[in-house]
């Protein structure tokens, strides 16, 4: 037997149960071609084989090939099975041989499974606002007041399958009635389409394509019973739920044929009033996205600067799973927030940085100007109406002797010298002396009114430091 080609190719195909498919992602990989001939020790007689058939004749043996195959980040959607449809991943092997002058092709395949990467800061941050729905009935129309309102949030719209998802509830009773009972679905949606989706240069539009049918189910149910006895009349309740989410599903984009989505039912009622609901969209996505196996680190940090060009860094760290008895109700409303003033804090520091780097900057500067020299003219004389009753309280020494200590500063430094004081206008008098010098000063200035110590009274001198 002679073999020409060895290929290996790895395939994903949309289908739906009528029989039609797509398929959505091709990668293709040669192991033996005429540029990569079959190992030596398989081959039965290398000079028999003429190039130009490209066939080598093969030896009755058993040989390994291995193969490697490099992925993109974002092969496609999770392996998803229904009744109705179905997203495949299937590897392929294929070979062209030759017995007794006939060519056949020789073709083995296996499902596999694969999954995207998924970067846990961006895919499980919070929302920049809570993601919200709400919902009110008027218990009788004799008395429109009477009213009951729901309100549901979520802190982000990505979940994972296998885990827990939270919802804040907020329930406003108005009536004269229990509301006791409070359910939470998971419900999925899958939408089938017929015609192709409209495109532009830039993108398709999936999402204006109008649905055939849509299969409902219901995918999780949970009743809030443990612990909770209902919301009283005229109060108010803040709760946080906790429904979770089984295994092996996940959310499927607009394709070719079909798309999956999921919504998160929130239904409260009570005896004798309307049933209200709200509906918030969620995403699931498959748990071990998150999850990068040790051997291949490397490879996707690769993929991700080639994407990116740099790794993304985000100023949290990444949020951990939490169990329900670390739920602070209304999470959901102040989580938002709460990462709103974290941001405003990192712009507020790094504002203070770049500030404090151009002060060091302009001070290292050899051209800077020297600090200007206080004079006579700029010390500042508070005027006051009564000058006896402001010398008279516990503010009227001090004052005066930082109004003297300005004037002392400010005199030529031949005099200072004179006068005891250095000259950077210090005095170097012991305390006894100074406490001396103050109490004259208080006085002579009560005695003298309005002036400076010496200035005899006049009131044109009044009125002139006034103006």
């Known amino acids: 037997m002679a073999v020409s080609r060895v290929a290996i190719d790895l395939l994903g195909v949309e289908e739906v149960s009528n029989g039609r498919r797509s398929i959505f992602l091709t990668l293709a990989n040669e192991l033996v071609d005429l540029e990569h001939p079959p190992p030596s020790l398989v081959l039965a007689a290398p000079e028999l084989a003429p190039r130009q058939e490209v066939f080598w004749m093969l030896a009755p043996s058993k040989f390994n090939l291995p193969f490697r195959i490099n992925l993109p980040l974002d092969v496609g959607p999770a392996p998803f099975v229904s009744r109705h449809a179905r997203i495949r991943y299937i590897l392929c092997a294929t070979m062209l041989i030759k017995d007794a002058e006939r060519q056949y092709f020789v073709r083995k395949s ?20 809570p993601l919200s729905a709400s919902d009110e009935t008027i218990a009788r129309r004799s008395h429109p007041s009477e009213k ?5 949030a979520l802190h982000r719209q990505v979940w994972i399958s296998g885990t827990s998802i939270f919802v804040d509830v907020h ?19 899958i939408s089938f389409y017929k015609n192709t989706p409209a495109s532009t240069l830039d993108k398709t539009v999936h999402h204006l394509r109008a649905s055939d049918f849509t299969e409902k189910e219901i995918a999780a149910r949970g009743t809030i019973k ?13 709760r946080t739920c906790e429904l979770e989410v089984p295994r092996g599903h996940s959310t499927v984009k607009s394709g070719r044929y079909f798309e999956v989505r999921y919504f998160l ?3 409260a009622r009570s005896k004798f009033s309307k049933l209200l609901m709200v509906q918030l969209p969620v995403i699931i996505i498959h748990m071990n996205t998150l999850d990068v196996i040790p051997n291949s680190i490397n490879q996707v ?3 991700i600067e080639d994407n990116s060009g740099d790794i993304y860094q985000h100023e949290q760290p990444p949020l951990r799973k939490h169990s329900s008895r670390s739920v602070i109700p209304g999470r959901a409303f102040s989580a938002p927030r709460k990462q709103s003033l974290s941001r405003l804090q990192v712009q507020q520091r790094q504002q203070k940085e770049d500030i404090a780097e151009l002060t060091r900057i302009l001070d290292s500067n050899p051209q800077k100007a020297p600090p200007r020299t206080r004079s006579f003219v700029d010390t500042y004389v508070p005027i006051m109406g009564d000058w006896k009753k402001t010398l008279n309280t516990t503010e009227g020494v001090p004052l005066v002797r930082r109004t003297l200590r300005r004037a002392s500063s400010n005199e030529p430094p031949a005099r ?7 000259a950077l206008g210090i005095n170097y008098l012991d305390e006894t002396e100074k406490a001396h010098g103050a109490r004259r000063a208080s006085t002579s200035l009560i005695r003298r ?11 044109s001198n009044i009125y002139a430091s006034r103006r």
Request: no cysteine; hydrophobic share 40%.
């Open 226 to 238: 443990k612990g909770w006895k209902g919301v009283a009349p005229l109060t108010n309740e803040l």
């Open 171 to 189: 329930i406003v009773n108005r009536t004269h009635k229990w509301i006791k009972k409070l359910d939470i679905e998971l419900q999925r949606n």
């Open 301 to 303: 940090v690769a993929a």
């Open 265 to 267: 039912n929130v239904l």
């Open 449 to 459: 009114g309005l002036g400076w110590p010496g200035t005899p009274r006049d009131e």
């Open 110 to 129: 296996i499902d596999v499974g694969l999954l995207s990467v998924f970067d846990p800061e961006k895919t499980l941050i919070a929302l920049p606002s």
């Open 148 to 152: 009951i309102q729901l309100t549901a």
């Open 416 to 422: 200072r010298a004179q006068s005891g004081a250095s």
